[in-house]
């Protein structure tokens, strides 16, 4: 079993920057593929961003344009999210998320373990 825990979540203005951590606990997840989804209000939970295991392989949903990076330090078994030039509708709950898969989508079915997410608010 491996637990994840997000951190970082907060209210900005429309500009802001927020930086999400994900920990993670019970197993290493060195050989984990780590996403971050969101899910707005009445909205179903969208895919964010993805990170292969060696940090070096991620995709983005096109709704990012460039705006977040996500990162991962498996010495820290860890994952991050920095979210910059933060709009309104980036306002969600934002989940991380692991599978131990070679290769997986962009739909959270695929996803075997999740957190209980932080909340991000954006202003205008």
């Known amino acids: 079993q491996v637990q994840l825990v997000e951190s970082g979540g907060g209210s900005v203005q429309t500009g802001g920057s927020l930086r999400l951590a994900c920990s993670a606990s019970?197993?290493?997840?060195?050989?984990?593929?780590l996403a971050w989804f969101r899910q707005a209000p009445g909205k179903e939970r969208e895919f964010v961003s993805r990170?292969?295991?060696?940090?070096?392989?991620?995709y983005y949903a096109d709704f990012v344009e460039g705006r977040f990076a996500i990162s991962r330090d498996n010495d820290k078994n860890s994952v991050y999210l920095q979210m910059d030039s933060l709009k309104p509708e980036d306002t969600a709950v934002y989940y991380c998320?692991?599978?131990?898969?070679?290769?997986?989508?962009?739909?959270?079915?695929?996803?075997?373990?999740w957190g209980q997410g932080t909340q991000v608010t954006v202003s205008s």
């Open positions: 998320a692991a599978v131990a898969m070679v290769r997986v989508g962009v739909e959270a079915h695929e996803y075997l373990y």
């Open positions: 019970g197993r290493s997840i060195t050989r984990y593929i």
């Open positions: 990170i292969m295991w060696n940090g070096e392989t991620t």
